[in-house]
């Protein structure tokens, strides 16, 4: 990221933090469910602290707008979710975090909005003489399975979810109101982008513009599920996405003893000479609110210190799913994602001595990130792996530093490559605990390292 210039500075060393707020703020189900304001928002403030010990700079705020349901099915973009709130509460929440040097982002749904969206409200009421029938994709000629009398394109056969029609002038014209105005207005620092990759890039042209115009700082992630990222992401589009192609292998090369696995993909997404994701910025996770849990995904609990480890060492931008810190827990089905969309537990935590541990392991890791140079900005080379062990460089313009990984239950040793690197006789200076200050001599093209603790890792400085 450290050559990236079309993101903003603060983005390049940030650490997110991403609640869904429906499920942390414990909102009934559905809106007509609560038809009075309740300001749940409010309770974010008793979170001010954990925020700031644990070493976030940036909090995501899932869909906030008023909805039917689950805050994807949007009625109103202009107006924060009644369950949560109002307007007012959410700008001074905005100022109150920006004091305490967080900023932050908020999802933006711009694919598609719910039944309740006025503009197809005004469809069902007046069918073709509709003056707002241009909004949505309607066929007059088929009907739906609510039997509205006409069909209409949706978000991947969910009716609930209305695609809105961004071919048209006024409806981009109204979501760029839409983007300004919580910049602007409320102070937002950007936008995660849902289902980014559905969207043409003409619209992306233009909400970049706008959004830059309005906040020249503001950050634009977008939800990128397949590639090529390189398609959304760029100087005139948005300035990151999400990094779903190394998420899966984040987890499973544990699972599976294999971390060929994850080096396959490192080398693929981001080597520095043929990485297909080299030049861009992706956000990367171990969960999110459409996922399991990383402690219900990985078999093995232990193997969370190494996963930790790895997501606050890689390249891009980390981000944590809320409650993971604590060990929270929760599997997707088919049918559901409330297990992985909990309230979050009050504070202070009453939480095992194992999961304390767990929270200390991320406010190290995320120190260890803000400490180095390299881990903020800079570029990633995969290096070496076999069944448990995965080596990697991570280098910028002020330092090169060696991150191996390991997902062994013993206390191994292992020989690291590093032919072609012109790091003959250089010295590698360790930066964890694990044995100090102790250096570590390149001879005959590789490092030998005589310990490397169980489900842990070692992180090593190069000294010429």
Sequence with gaps: MENINYIPDWAKSAVFYHIYPFGFFNTPKYGKDDPITTPRLELIRDYYDHFVELGVTVIQFGPIFESVRHGYDTTDYMKIDHRLGTNDLFKAIVDELHDRNIRVIVDGVFNHVGREFPSFKDIQAHGETSWRKHWHYVDFAKDNSYKDGFDYKNWEGHYSLVKLNLEQPDVCNYLFSVAQYWLGEIGIDGWRLDVAYMIPNFFWYDFRDICKRTKPDCLLIGEMIHGP???????????????????????????????HELK?????????????????????????????????????????????????????????????EIGLRGIKTAISDEAVRQPMPKVPFNITEENRALLNHYKFCIQ????????????????????????????????????????????????????NLGMEGYRFVEQLEQGGSQEYLVVNNQLSLPEIYSCWGRILQLRQ
């Design 264 to 324: 396959s993909n490192l080398e693929r997404s981001f080597h520095p000479e043929w990485g297909l994701n080299k030049d861009l910025t992706l956000v990367n996770f171990l969960s999110n609110h459409d996922s399991s849990r990383i402690l219900s995904q990985l078999d093995e609990y232990l193997h969370i210190y190494p996963a930790v480890l790895l997501l606050f060492t890689l390249n891009g931008i980390p981000k944590i799913y809320y409650g993971d």
């Design 229 to 259: 990222y390189s398609k959304w992401i760029g100087p005139n589009t948005l300035d990151g996405g999400t990094g779903y192609e190394v998420y899966k292998s984040l987890w499973s090369s544990f699972n599976h003893a294999n971390m």
């Design 368 to 419: 260890i990130r803000g400490d180095h140079h390299a881990l903020k900005y800079g570029n990633l080379i995969p290096l070496y792996a076999n069944e448990h062990i995965l080596a990697f460089l991570r280098k910028s313009s002020r330092e090169t530093l060696l991150i191996i990984i390991s997902s062994a239950f013993e206390t191994i040793s292992c020989k690291i490559p590093l032919h």
